[in-house]
């Protein structure tokens, strides 16, 4: 398959050629993440229908997408999500993307409060709410406090804490 041009007609992209042209531009993790995304599918597509055409406005899209990757825009804020502790967190750029080894973190203050009851917690500059959410769904009992500054990022850290209950 050849890569698409950039003005390429829709009906004449399918799911090889955009990841073709996608992976000339961008790592080929960041490629499939993006096609996921705009496909709102599963990766076992993007293996299993490599011929499938995508429609005019997933092109306009994905191509969007990559070049805003390609320009240094985080994949997460592209999306819209990150996975943290085997979560999804909404992230805007109004917060810090959650980072793997900040799991560590959580990791540590699973095993600090390990058979303790009465656990407080303050999540300072909290976020996405990824840690403090997190910690308030893993420690059944604990009182978990969350504060930012930001207001923007209260709103994304409340609308996570909502989804994940």
């Known amino acids: 398959m050849t890569e698409p041009a950039r003005n390429a007609t829709p009906d004449s992209v399918d799911i090889a050629g955009a990841l ?7 790592d080929l993790m960041d490629a ?3 096609l996921r995304h705009v496909l709102q599918c599963p990766a076992a597509r993007l293996v ?12 306009v ?5 990559v ?3 390609v320009a240094g825009e985080p994949v997460a804020y592209l999306t819209g999500e990150r996975a943290f502790f085997g979560r999804e967190f909404l992230v805007t750029p109004a917060v810090l993307i959650p980072r793997p080894d900040t799991e560590l973190l959580v990791e540590l203050a699973l095993a600090h409060a390990a ?11 909290t976020g996405s709410g990824a840690l403090a ?7 059944d009992a604990a009182d978990v406090t969350a504060l930012d500054r930001s207001r923007e990022a209260l709103w994304v850290a409340m609308a996570n804490a909502a989804r994940l209950g």
């Open 115 to 125: 058979g303790r009851k009465g656990m407080r917690v303050l999540d300072m500059g």
């Open 67 to 69: 070049e805003r990757r």
């Open 20 to 26: 073709a042209w996608a992976r000339a531009r961008i």
């Open 48 to 59: 299993a229908w490599p011929e499938q055409r995508l429609a005019g406005e997933d092109w």
């Open 32 to 34: 499939r993440v993006l």
């Open 133 to 139: 959410i997190t910690l308030a769904l893993e420690l």
């Open 61 to 65: 899209a994905y191509r969007n997408l």
